[in-house]
């Protein structure tokens, strides 16, 4: 695309003054006579009484110069002046001729100094928000499309697991019914036999009768006429068995598939992808002077933090309710929710007075966790539910999560997700409105992932990191579920408790065996023991990073929670 003078002029490391020789930097611009200039050649500029009502503004404000046209009439004449009337564009010869006499005229180059402003200010809309949506869309549609895809395999999964237990039921229901069969078969051939044995009885007395009757026949016949009337028994009735008769199911393919379970689109409104809008963009410049300094601080944070070469104790909590500090999660408002191993689950204030105490069913376990809106996220493994506590302590049932006994959670601070860590072992990812989204359970190799992901939290670039206290392993994925690496200690042993990331993408850990917390770049990389017996940690458990990057630290043996300030 081709530029302008000016243009190319903007792009130099500075404006140069158009004065004369003048080198000065020129960051105003006399709209008049077309040029740059410098502060001291501007105000010499406006003491000649030719230029005392020149327009002078700050180049970024200028009005773009009208570019050379010639008269089409007039070729040696350029275009400058703009007929209403004709809706056409002249040259002086042309506004001084008798075809335009009395019609209206304006400055050419007045509008083509708006035309150029309207259609800056919509290139820049374009650059700057159009484009820029577009592709935020682009990007939201490909993880849709894994998103999707991730789905359907799940339910591909679910089919044929479904299919899997329908089979087997068959087969168990097709085994006792040939059972019984075999047992039928018994009991009528039993019949069958004790009917034979009647009729073998029978005919022995038959034989018996017939040597009688021979033995009399043989005898004279005084003897004969003599002796008794021999009678015979009757033949033994007996009945024929009556076979069972098997009658086939009646089931076609429709009522098979509706056994596997129904696959269908839900009857809801598509929810419509969010566009920020236009006004959105221009915010950031009606920011007051003191609101974009702390919006600068708030992006600079992480380009000026660093690790400090020491460890330095800022504060202590004694902590009332709790037994010890086996988690720890810090809120907004800088008060602590903490839990120890037999369930206790209690708020104090910055003072450490205690303002809230629930009982629950964790033990040893990353359960409760501080949301954006300042309340609190907490699971009942034995319930297998979730619950949220509201900043005006109001207590919900949240998530039911079914046969799956939640142990960990954690609120993500970038999207406002929920990450739970089953005991069973998954992760799952629910939305902030509690629909589950994502499961996580095994590798690309289908090996599983999770034994007992008791910690969870998310990191800076998305990733899920979990201690997983049977594997004795950090284990992380990314946003996707794919597995990155695991960390398994820098000893012979190692054992993971309480963990959680900070602004600059670290990872900090707990080591149940040398009672020390490990500190790990964003890639599993191990960087330190960040806190030790040295620091006056004995027994760490769990740990919390606040917004103000104080790094909290829970022990087993107390229940006092210490503070500590290890960036800088």
């Known amino acids: 695309m081709a530029t302008t003078s000016d243009e190319q002029a903007a792009g130099q490391h500075y404006l140069v003054c158009g004065i004369q020789d003048c080198q000065r930097n020129g960051q105003f611009y006399c709209n008049d006579c077309h040029q740059p200039m410098c502060e001291q050649c ?11 009502n020149h327009d002078i503004v700050l180049y970024r404000q200028r009005k773009h110069r009208l570019p050379k046209e010639k008269c089409k009439l007039h070729p040696t004449k350029n275009v400058d002046i703009f007929c209403r009337e004709c809706n056409t564009p002249l040259c002086l010869k042309c506004f001084l001729g008798k075809e335009h006499k009395g019609h209206e005229f304006d400055d050419l180059e007045e509008i083509y100094a708006e035309k150029y402003a309207l259609w800056q200010g919509e290139f820049s809309k374009i650059q700057k928000y159009f484009l820029p949506r577009s592709e935020d869309l682009k990007t939201d549609i490909k993880e849709d499309v894994t998103e999707i895809k991730k789905i359907m395999e799940c339910i591909r999964t679910s089919m044929k697991t479904e299919a899997e237990s329908l089979k087997n039921l068959v087969d168990e229901v097709t085994s006792e019914k040939i059972k019984h069969t075999h047992t039928m078969e018994k009991s009528l051939l039993q019949m069958l036999k004790s009917q034979e044995t009647t009729y073998n009885d029978y005919i022995k007395y038959l034989g018996k009768m017939s040597e009688k009757f021979q033995e009399y026949l043989s005898t004279t016949n005084q003897k004969l006429l003599s002796s008794k009337v021999l009678k015979l028994k009757t033949i033994p009735e007996t009945s024929k068995p009556v076979p069972p008769v098997f009658t086939p199911g009646q089931f076609n393919r429709d009522d098979v598939a509706k056994i ?33 300094e702390q919006s600068k601080e708030k992006s600079d ?86 619950y949220r506590i509201t900043p005006d302590r109001k207590i919900t049932e949240f998530i039911k999560t079914g046969d799956w006994r939640p142990v960990s959670v954690h609120s993500s601070r970038i999207n406002g997700d929920i990450l739970v860590g089953m005991r069973e072992a998954k992760v799952t990812r629910y939305s902030k409105t509690g629909k589950e989204i994502q499961n996580i359970q095994r590798d690309n190799q289908g090996q599983e992932l999770y034994k007992y992901p008791h910690y969870i939290t998310e990191n800076t670039n998305g990733d899920i990191c979990t201690s997983d206290y049977d594997k004795d392993a950090v284990v992380v994925v990314n946003k996707s579920g794919q597995h990155r690496f695991s960390y398994t200690g820098q000893g012979s042993e190692f054992c993971p408790y309480g963990i959680c990331t900070d602004v600059l993408g670290h990872i900090l850990v707990c080591d149940f065996v040398s009672d020390t917390v490990h500190l790990l770049d964003q890639n599993g990389g191990f960087l330190s023991i960040i806190l030790s017996e040295q620091q006056g940690i004995k027994r760490p458990r769990g740990v919390c990073v606040d917004d103000e990057n104080n790094l909290y630290v829970g022990q087993h043996d107390t229940n006092t929670v210490t503070v500590y300030k290890y960036l800088e």
């Open 42 to 52: 501007k105000d010499e500029h406006r003491k000649s009484p030719n230029n005392k």
């Open 301 to 386: 944070t992480k380009q000026t933090l660093s690790l400090s070469s020491s460890v330095t104790k800022v504060r202590e909590y004694s902590v009332p309710g709790v037994n010890n500090a086996f988690h720890v999660s810090a809120d907004k408002s800088g008060r602590l929710w903490v839990s120890d191993w037999r369930g206790n689950l209690v708020q104090t204030d910055l003072q450490g007075n205690l303002l809230q105490k629930i009982q629950t069913s964790g033990e040893d376990e990353g359960y409760h966790t501080a949301t954006q809106d300042g309340g609190l996220i907490y699971t009942d493994r034995d319930k297998k539910k979730i």
């Open 260 to 292: 596997l379970g129904i696959l269908n689109i839900p009857n809801t409104e598509p929810e419509k992808r969010k566009i920020q809008p236009m006004e959105a963009v221009s915010t950031p410049m009606k920011f007051t002077e003191k609101q974009m």
